[in-house]
């Protein structure tokens, strides 16, 4: 388990690694009020890799 201080878009959160059951993952995390921001700089930025929307939303 690592973390860093990453930029994305406009957004300054903290990724960290987590490995379970075998799978190499992220998470990222950043303040609410950034968590659109984030989530359209994911979206645009990556859209040359077809991201898609997976897991579980919690509200």
Do not use: W
Request: with cysteine; net charge negative; charged share 20%.
């Amino acid at each position: 388990m690592t973390s860093k201080v990453v930029e994305i878009g406009r957004v300054h959160c903290a990724a960290i690694r987590i490995f379970f059951l075998g799978e190499l993952g992220s998470e990222l995390h950043c303040p609410m009020l950034n968590q659109r921001i984030l989530f359209d700089a994911l979206m645009n930025e990556g859209s040359e890799h077809d991201p898609i929307l997976m897991g579980y939303v919690y509200v």
